[in-house]
């Protein structure tokens, strides 16, 4: 999904007119940017989440009526016990190791977490240091503030820690020996303290997040609850989204098996090749559109005549139509959860990564939405971005739309 600032949620609150008595529902919450800029601006808000540790992350931001003097007193006699611990094996936190490691008693992966992660993710020593952190975190916990302790980890694990390098894709970078684990993360606790002291004035303003797939958001939320949703939805492309979090979720435990994996897949809308299956069915919901039949067809073309015959490359076309599929799927659920004349935003960008055929993801969205009895009231641009595949800028736009709550029926290819 595309990352939107704090700003462009305050922009949109403005702009619908919302207040203290309306509710927003981000139904692809990611890491909680809509809810955390809702609860700013005292105004309820809803979350959906089908990525254990991003629902994990929004729940943990969300939740501000933690004690900071608890909270940073807390941080700060674990980082100690693991700090002493760490010392009595040679090893300096803060330091970079030089020694040979082969006599280290180090922690490790299991087998089948080492598969689940990219290889290469984390290197031995700072791996063993995240390892006897969290044991010690675990050994002395306190309940009142182990979740935001556990939130620290997992940002200082990706962002100070491992070898990960952020891109179009996760990748690895060239591996760090070394890299000082207690004195990061106990700098991100600092933050954390600094930012609840900031609002422990504001009044707590409701903010829920669940664990749920956006293509069934009336499976978990009241009808005619929601004034206004601001989202940002995945977008077709060849980006594994669960890859994103994947260390994170590995190491403090959100996916523990292959079959942890594949049920997170599932529950995401199907835009990128790993996480198309057999039974996938979506494709149904868009069957009739002639724009997205017709892209397909020009992808599958392009496929044959470039001579890819690869599985993954054969699925191009298929994915396309699921994702626009699940889409209208996640659309028409939405709607008896809206009150009338809600206002939606849809954060979307355009798409020219499969085979370089170009995908006007916002305007297709668009087409959907009004077949479904929405009305489209406007594209913002939001920004460009440049696409190194076809040298062109792809638009970043945000889709506008309105409910009027007016009890349209499904359509002929709804649910066929």
């Not at 292959?258 to 990128?272: C, E, P, V, Y």
Request: hydrophobic letters at 40%; charged letters at 25%; glycine letters at 6%.
């Amino acid at each position: 999904m595309l990352s939107y600032p704090p700003h462009l949620v305050r922009g949109y609150i403005e702009d619908f007119g919302l207040n203290e008595g309306s509710v927003i529902l981000d139904p692809f919450c990611g890491t909680g940017t809509t809810l955390v800029e809702s609860k700013r601006q005292g105004i309820p808000s809803l979350g959906m989440e089908a990525n254990p540790f991003a629902h994990f992350a929004t729940s943990v931001k969300t939740d501000w009526r933690v004690d900071p003097d608890l909270l940073y007193s807390h941080s700060w006699e674990v980082a100690e016990l693991a700090l002493d611990i760490l010392r009595q094996q040679g090893i300096e936190d803060s330091v970079p190791f030089a020694a040979d490691i082969a006599d280290l008693p180090l922690r490790q992966l299991s087998p089948e977490q080492n598969q689940l992660i990219l290889a290469g993710s984390i290197s031995p020593v700072p791996l063993h240091k995240v390892l006897l952190l969290l044991d010690c975190l675990e050994k002395y916990r306190i309940e009142k503030v182990y979740r935001h302790q556990l939130l620290a980890i997992a940002h200082t694990l990706v962002f100070a820690v491992s070898n990960l390098r952020f891109g179009p894709e996760v990748g690895v970078a060239k591996a760090k020996v070394d890299a000082p684990v207690i004195r990061a993360w106990l700098a991100k606790i600092g933050e954390m303290v600094e930012d609840l002291r900031r609002v422990q004035d504001q009044e707590d303003t409701p903010a829920q997040v669940y664990l749920a797939d956006a293509r069934g958001p009336d499976r978990v939320l009241p009808p005619q609850s929601i004034d206004a949703v601001i989202t940002s939805p995945p977008y077709p492309n060849e980006k594994d989204y669960t890859r994103t979090t994947r260390l994170e979720s590995v190491i403090l435990g959100f996916i523990k098996t292959k079959a942890d994996l594949q049920t997170l897949k599932k529950g995401l809308i199907r835009s990128n090749t790993r996480n198309v299956y057999k039974g996938d069915d979506d494709d149904r919901w868009i069957q009739d559109h002639p724009k997205i039949q017709a892209i397909a067809d020009a992808i599958e073309r392009r496929r044959i005549q470039l001579g890819k015959t690869s599985g993954f490359e054969k699925l191009y076309s298929r994915v396309t139509k699921l994702y626009f599929g699940g889409m209208a799927r996640h659309l028409a659920a939405l709607r008896s959860l809206l009150r009338p004349n809600a206002q939606l935003a849809y954060v979307v960008g355009d798409q020219a990564s499969y085979l370089r055929v170009m995908i006007p993801t916002g305007q297709l969205l668009a087409d959907i939405a009004q077949a479904l009895g929405y009305e489209f009231v406007r594209t913002d641009l939001f920004r460009t971005r440049f696409a190194s595949a076809t040298k062109e800028q792809l638009r970043e736009e945000v889709v506008i739309l309105r409910w009027k709550g007016s009890s349209s029926q499904f359509r002929p290819t709804e649910g066929r």
